[in-house]
Structures are given as structure tokens and as C-alpha cells.
């Protein structure tokens, strides 16, 4: 099946996305260029087929076939098998495309939340900078529309030096910011949050058109006390 795919892929590849792609992810070198929707019907197709075969044969020679792995793990059904799937991909994680399109994936972890915390505790501390951007960015895409506050109380333990974990969390307090705003500015007022993440996620909430001019106004006076 792999050679199969790999042929597929590169006459599928396009010359002009691989340099956009490769412009967002400068430390990539394996990079095809596939766009994602073809990549997602790809990975729609395998699932259907025989997405163990894939696994099993999976070498991640390039981007393209990583990226399909973690949109296959979203659609596996039996949830033991997808929490241990993702639990043995998280390595291959090396960049921020791979761990955001493994995030969207894996929508099966809203419904379980209880299981999907206890799943999670292993990287919330975590010192690898994309264990801890897989933590946040799975926290502000399932859990800040119903458990506000446990989220919140999360971005306060955060203690990350890599970047794209720092903007993981300041990705993540931006949308508190943006989804419970006056709630957000409280609890930022009262807490000690890591001071990189604090001030960008308060300019990413000022970037947000979901916020009106009045709310940014009161996010411009409080990162001037930073």
C-alpha cells in the first residue's frame, strides 16, 4: 500500500504549495506539497480500506504521509484504539502543522472529557515543546466552551520556554479572552500567569475581530500594567 500512496502523492504534489508550505514550516525538508483537502480525502479513503495496513507501513518519508496518520487516528471509531493511537503518535510530532491537524482530527476527545483529561495529565507539564502545544491547543479547541475554568487554570501552570508551546497557550488565553471575556479578565487579574504568554495572548484578543473596541480598549490597559 505505501509505495502505492507515495507515487500517488508526488504526482499529486504541487511546486508552488510545497514553497508556501515549506515558507510556514522552515525546519521541514520532507515536504511534497499536497494540499490538505485532498489529503483529508485521502485519509477518508485508507480508513474505509484497510487503515491498518497504513499504519503498519507508514515510514513518514514525508509530510504528506504523517499528516494523513493523524487525520486516519480522527476517524477510527473504537475510542481505546484512537486514545492508544494518539498516545503513539505524539512523537512524530515535529512541527505545528502535524500537532494542530492532529488536534482538529481527534473531535472524539470532547466526548469523553473526564477520560480525556486523565489522557492528558502526561503532557501537561511536559518540557518537549510540541507535547506541550498538543496539551493547549487540545484544551482551547474541546474543553473552553463547557470547562472555562479548568482551561484557565491550566494556562496558569503553564512553564514552557519552547515557542511554539508559548504560543499554544497564548492561543489558548486569547480565546477565554474572546469567549468569556469580562470572567477572563478577572481571574487574569488575579493570577500569575507566565509573562511571555500573558502579553501575547493579550495582543492576539486585541487582534480578534470577536471582540468589540470597547473590551480591546480594557485588554490595552491592562497589558500597559504587564
Same mark, same amino acid.
Given at each position: 500500500?505505501?509505495?502505492?500512496?507515495? &507515487?500517488?502523492?508526488? @504526482?499529486?504534489?504541487?511546486?508552488?504549495?510545497?514553497?508556501?508550505?515549506? #515558507?510556514?514550516?522552515?525546519?521541514?525538508?520532507? $515536504?511534497?506539497?499536497?494540499?490538505?483537502?485532498?489529503?483529508?480525502?485521502?485519509? &477518508?479513503?485508507?480508513?474505509?480500506?484497510?487503515?491498518?495496513?497504513?499504519?503498519?507501513?507508514?515510514?513518514? @518519508?514525508? *509530510?504528506?504521509?504523517?499528516?494523513?496518520?493523524?487525520?486516519? $487516528?480522527?476517524?477510527?471509531?473504537? +475510542?481505546?484504539?484512537?486514545?492508544?493511537?494518539?498516545?503513539?503518535?505524539?512523537?512524530?510530532?515535529?512541527?505545528? #502543522? $502535524?500537532?494542530?491537524?492532529?488536534?482538529?482530527?481527534?473531535? *472524539?476527545?470532547?466526548?469523553? &472529557?473526564?477520560?480525556?483529561?486523565? *489522557? /492528558?495529565?502526561?503532557?501537561? +507539564?511536559?518540557?518537549?515543546?510540541?507535547?506541550?502545544? *498538543?496539551?493547549?491547543?487540545?484544551?482551547?479547541?474541546?474543553?473552553?466552551?463547557?470547562?472555562?475554568?479548568?482551561?484557565?487554570?491550566?494556562?496558569?501552570?503553564?512553564?514552557?520556554?519552547?515557542?511554539?508551546?508559548?504560543?499554544?497557550?497564548?492561543?489558548?488565553?486569547?480565546?477565554? /479572552?474572546t469567549k468569556n471575556f469580562n470572567q477572563c479578565i478577572d481571574d487574569i487579574k488575579k493570577s500569575n500567569i507566565y509573562p511571555w504568554v500573558l502579553k501575547k495572548g493579550l495582543t492576539k484578543a486585541i487582534e480578534s475581530n470577536k471582540l468589540d473596541d470597547s473590551q480591546k480598549k480594557l485588554i490595552h490597559e491592562l497589558r500597559k500594567k504587564i
Amino acid at each position: 500500500m505505501i509505495n502505492e500512496l507515495k &507515487k500517488e502523492l508526488i @504526482e499529486l504534489s504541487d511546486e508552488k504549495y510545497k514553497i508556501f508550505s515549506s #515558507s510556514l514550516l522552515p525546519d521541514t525538508k520532507n $515536504i511534497l506539497g499536497v494540499r490538505i483537502p485532498i489529503l483529508r480525502k485521502i485519509a &477518508k479513503k485508507i480508513s474505509k480500506l484497510d487503515y491498518k495496513l497504513f499504519l503498519s507501513e507508514n515510514d513518514d @518519508e514525508f *509530510f504528506e504521509l504523517t499528516i494523513i496518520e493523524s487525520m486516519i $487516528i480522527g476517524l477510527i471509531k473504537n +475510542h481505546d484504539e484512537a486514545f492508544n493511537l494518539i498516545k503513539n503518535f505524539i512523537p512524530k510530532i515535529t512541527n505545528w #502543522s $502535524i500537532c494542530d491537524t492532529l488536534c482538529a482530527s481527534a473531535k *472524539f476527545l470532547s466526548e469523553n &472529557k473526564e477520560r480525556t483529561k486523565k *489522557f /492528558l495529565c502526561k503532557y501537561q +507539564h511536559s518540557k518537549k515543546e510540541f507535547e506541550s502545544r *498538543f496539551y493547549y491547543v487540545i484544551l482551547l479547541m474541546y474543553f473552553i466552551d463547557n470547562d472555562y475554568k479548568y482551561v484557565f487554570n491550566q494556562i496558569t501552570k503553564f512553564n514552557n520556554d519552547k515557542y511554539y508551546a508559548k504560543m499554544a497557550a497564548a492561543w489558548c488565553l486569547s480565546t477565554c /479572552l474572546t469567549k468569556n471575556f469580562n470572567q477572563c479578565i478577572d481571574d487574569i487579574k488575579k493570577s500569575n500567569i507566565y509573562p511571555w504568554v500573558l502579553k501575547k495572548g493579550l495582543t492576539k484578543a486585541i487582534e480578534s475581530n470577536k471582540l468589540d473596541d470597547s473590551q480591546k480598549k480594557l485588554i490595552h490597559e491592562l497589558r500597559k500594567k504587564i
